[in-house]
């Protein structure tokens, strides 16, 4: 029983590092749907970046 739940941990965190690998969004990313651009309009709250569709990559300029 406790190899099962070792297991289970290991792919818990895998599956969470997978899914996390693939986006460069911060904490200080604040997205927020923009209707009044359109029904698929983002914007950011802490840099004011838009995008088209939901983001997946922090747009702010460094």
């Not at 029904?39 to 840099?47: S, T």
């Amino acid at each position: 029983m406790p190899v099962l739940l070792l297991i289970l941990v290991i792919l818990v965190f895998v599956y969470l590092w997978i899914v996390r690998r693939g986006t460069t969004l911060t904490r200080d990313c604040r997205w927020r749907l923009d209707r009044q651009g359109g029904p698929d309009r983002f914007r950011c709250a802490a840099c004011g970046a838009e995008c088209d569709g939901r983001p997946r990559h922090c747009l702010r300029k460094r």
